[in-house]
């Protein structure tokens, strides 16, 4: 699937999650991308203020287009941290779904990363050091 069709579904997914978006096409280096900001514009219990402002960038790819997250890169809050989850899932689901009832299911969303956005990266559980006193607080 193309990057301007992508770029199109994501924007009517995102318009209905309360976003206002917008659309540019830029260069960068010898293609051409499309780079999308969206913001909140109402507020919605299904999207945390930590993503109340998100940059993504559609370009060409072999054999169809490429989405890179460009913004936010972490969360202001550990507390956002579910419903940031849940509402990048739905979205990735919207557009995993849309890929396949448009190639037919010929196509698929490959991701880059296990969860394809920085702050899914958790940090691992800190182990309790042998003499019994309490883990290091980070």
């Known amino acids: 699937m193309g990057r301007e069709r992508l770029a199109r579904y994501a924007s009517e997914f995102l318009v209905a999650s309360g976003f206002e978006v917008r659309t540019v096409e830029e ?22 203020l930590s993503l109340s402002e998100i940059i993504l960038v559609f370009s060409p790819a072999a054999g169809g ?12 809050s550990e507390d956002d941290r579910p419903r940031a989850l849940r509402f990048v899932t739905e979205f990735l689901s919207f557009l995993e779904r849309l890929v396949a009832t448009e ?36």
Do not use: M, N, Y
């Open 65 to 76: 287009s490429e989405v890179r997250w460009e913004s936010p890169h972490d969360l202001r």
């Open 27 to 48: 260069t960068e280096g010898p293609v051409a991308v499309h780079r999308l900001s969206a913001r909140l514009s109402k507020t919605s219990p299904s999207v945390p």
């Open 103 to 138: 190639t037919r299911a010929t196509g698929k969303v490959t991701r880059q990363t296990a969860d394809g956005t920085p702050f899914f990266e958790i940090s691992p559980p800190a182990t309790p050091p042998g003499d019994g006193s309490p883990p290091p607080r980070v």
